[in-house]
């Protein structure tokens, strides 16, 4: 019995140790910083506003399966259409992510109804494998150039009073 318990923990301390090892080859791994290039994601939905000069474009990372992430988007424009105006104002997009077809017409359209910035599908996988990024509902900030300014974790609905 005494060599079986030192058989079990010993395989538990191997598997803990190779959990540890791939977690910090993942983080320790370059990954190229985002840059938002559209030419790069399949247009499912075209942006019915332009992105105002010194704006920011905000892409919203969705998986149209995860109720999860159609909540936090509708939450997020509702803030956004009733915060104070401020001049550039943030443009809301989405980001389809982990999404093996081509959005339908009714996910496209349900998304760009909340989406003025547009709605891209990330055919490539590009976010969760070039970008390393896995979060869904996260919001990517991007300048009006497409440079990476930050990402907002899943949970971030700007404080509406703050927002001028």
């Given at each position: 019995m005494r060599h079986l318990n030192a058989i079990a923990l010993a395989l538990a301390l191997l598997i803990v140790l190779a959990l540890g090892a791939w977690w910090l080859n993942e983080r320790l791994a370059p990954h190229a910083v985002p840059r938002f290039e559209p030419a790069r994601f399949a247009l499912a939905a075209a942006p019915r506003e332009t992105l105002q000069a010194g704006g920011e474009r905000w892409l919203v990372a969705v998986n149209p399966g995860c109720p999860h992430c159609r909540e936090h988007l509708a939450e997020l424009a509702s803030r956004l259409a009733h915060a104070p105006k401020r001049a550039p104002r943030p443009s809301l997009g989405v980001l389809v992510v982990d999404w093996p077809q081509y959005p339908s017409a009714a996910d496209a359209g349900a998304l760009a109804a909340l989406a003025p910035a547009g709605v891209w599908w990330d055919s490539a996988r590009v976010w969760r494998g070039e970008w390393k990024h896995g979060a869904y509902a996260e919001v990517l900030v991007f300048d009006a150039q497409g440079r990476y300014r930050t990402t907002h974790g899943s949970?971030?609905?700007?404080?509406?009073?703050?927002s001028n």
């Open positions: 949970g971030f609905l700007p404080d509406t009073a703050a």
